[in-house]
């Protein structure tokens, strides 16, 4: 019923801030549940983090402080901001949507539109 098309990838060196966006067609965002997720090279796909109805939910270690989920005001986009880039946040982003789901989930089966994905490569 929506379909998600996020920004382009790029490489970038340690130290950067990245915005990647998750642009919906077919439906508002408004009433899904939401979340990125990403894959490391070489590793299985994981949530980075979840946004629920009213705010984000709790942030790993690895980004707290660094990255924040938000909604743009029209509720047709999603976003991920993303400060200091470290080498270890290199990998395949893919945001996701689902419009009934357990809040703040970050189980990848309980999503059921994605994102193409947007490869992140941050440089030593």
């Known amino acids: 019923h929506v379909k998600l098309v996020e920004s382009c990838g790029v490489s970038v060196p340690a130290g950067v801030s990245l915005r990647l966006s998750c642009a919906a067609s077919g439906d508002t965002i408004s009433r899904f549940h939401l979340a990125w997720f990403r894959q490391a090279p070489g590793k299985e796909r ?3 983090v979840a946004l629920d109805r009213v705010r984000s939910c709790t942030y790993p270690d690895s980004v707290a402080g660094r990255f924040t989920i938000y909604k ?3 509720k047709t986009t999603l976003y991920l901001q993303m400060n200091t880039l470290k080498p270890d ?3 395949m982003y893919y945001c996701a949507a689902a419009l ?3 809040d703040c989930s970050l189980n ?3 999503y059921t539109h994605w994102g193409q994905g947007t490869q992140v490569t941050v440089s030593a």
């Open 46 to 48: 994981a949530g980075v």
């Open 72 to 74: 743009d005001y029209s």
């Open 89 to 91: 946040d290199t990998g």
């Open 100 to 102: 009934s789901s357990p």
């Open 108 to 110: 990848e089966v309980d």
